[in-house]
């Protein structure tokens, strides 16, 4: 039964969401139950393929890319997969009509990882839209599957959400990224000049990309935005605590929002979302 096929691969999809991740696992479960299933394939898509470059160090990751790659255009095409994660994938992509140019220019960032590049803002720009703005566009098509004709007006707004995610992510990684991946995102910055004052440019970048995506965030369908206002608390909460650290603090620890912090703010924010004050 091809139906029983699919819902384990789509059980496998959520396992894989919330082992990954605790943040984007709340807010998933925030989001109306029709939500949930295509948002985590969308993340165990992007979680595996992340994966690959990531942490597969004894073998060929450009083989395994390249394969990933090729098995996840032949699974859209043909509708069906033995790989459990492409196959609820591809049902999402095929189902919410999502541009298979979104999937490539997402692995094409991927793709950027195997090699020691140094980063200008022309690549920089590439990366931050292929690794994770068409990740919030792809989305996007989800959250507005009864509204198209809307996804134009919160396209930007996505991106910036988006945006600011990943840079978080690069800034709060900093330190893993140089010594052990050999990588520095941000353009110009040499990690051992790095200073407060470099810093401060970079976060005010990530406040912009903050207050577009809560302006788009505030336009979506009531079954969506709870869960995605919630994981911008939680990536906003990881944001201001690094403003509050020196470069020095950043490199000697990971920085993180506590379980019970995020339990303080979930229900701190249900009720203002109950009131309709968010």
Known sequence: MLEL????????????????????????KLFAKELRNPIYAIYGFVRFADEIVDTFHDHNKKVLLDRFREETRAAIHE???LNPVLHSFQKVVNEYSIDYSL????LDSMEMDLDDITYDDKLYNKYIYGSAEVVGLMCLKIFLNKTPERYDQLKES??????????INFLRDIRDDYYNKGRTYFPGVNVKQFND??????????????????????????????????????????????????????LSQRVRIKNRKKAYLL???SLKNRLNMI
Do not use: H, M, W
């Open 158 to 167: 996505a991106q910036a959400l988006g945006s600011a995610f990943q840079k």
């Open 5 to 28: 096929y699919t819902n384990v691969c789509e059980e496998c999809s959520k396992l894989i969401t919330n082992r990954y991740s605790t943040s984007f696992s709340l807010g998933i």
């Open 197 to 250: 004052q470099d810093k401060i440019e970079i976060e005010k970048d990530i406040a912009i990309d903050f207050e577009k995506g809560l302006t788009g965030i505030r336009q979506l369908p009531k079954k969506a935005k709870f869960g995605v206002f919630i994981a911008y608390v939680f990536y906003y909460q990881l944001f201001q605590k690094i403003k509050g650290l020196s470069f020095e603090n950043i």
């Open 267 to 269: 229900a701190k924010y």
């Open 79 to 81: 509708k069906i997969s």
């Open 103 to 106: 999937i490539d220019a997402f």
